[in-house]
Nanobody, 124 residues
Framework: QVQLVESGGGLVQAGGSLRLSCATSGRTFSISRMGWFRQAPGKEREFVATVSWSGLSTYYADSVKGRFTISKDNAKNTMYLQMNSLKPEDTAVYYC?????????????????WGQGTQVTVSS
């Protein structure tokens, strides 16, 4: 099993920044890719960004490209999402996810392990 714990959410004004963290533990040797997803009230869970376990390969949703940066600190077994120039439409619960064999990294069903989520609220 793999355990994921998110932190760093909160309330911020439009244009501001937040950094989310996702600490991993357990059988992390089985993980090939990690990602961030988000879900707003009444909407489906949507892809935000993904990073390979090595940290060398990243991919972003068009809606966050140029504003968000995903990264990994392998020494700390922690993934991050630096969010800049936040907009009210970024408001959602943000989830980190980890997958053993991910071929379609934007698809939530590709990931076997999920954190509990952290709320991000951007006020206008």
């Amino acid at each position: 099993q793999v355990q994921l714990v998110e932190s760093g959410g909160g309330l911020v004004q439009a244009g501001g920044s937040l950094r989310l963290s996702c600490a991993t533990s357990g059988r992390t040797f089985s993980i090939s890719r990690m990602g961030w997803f988000r879900q707003a009230p009444g909407k489906e869970r949507e892809f935000v960004a993904t990073v390979s376990w090595s940290g060398l390969s990243t991919y972003y949703a068009d809606s966050v490209k140029g504003r968000f940066t995903i990264s990994k600190d392998n020494a700390k077994n922690t993934m991050y999402l630096q969010m800049n120039s936040l907009k009210p439409e970024d408001t959602a619960v943000y989830y980190c996810a980890a997958g053993r064999s991910v071929t379609l990294p934007a698809r939530p069903s590709e990931y076997q392990y999920w954190g509990q989520g952290t709320q991000v609220t951007v006020s206008s």
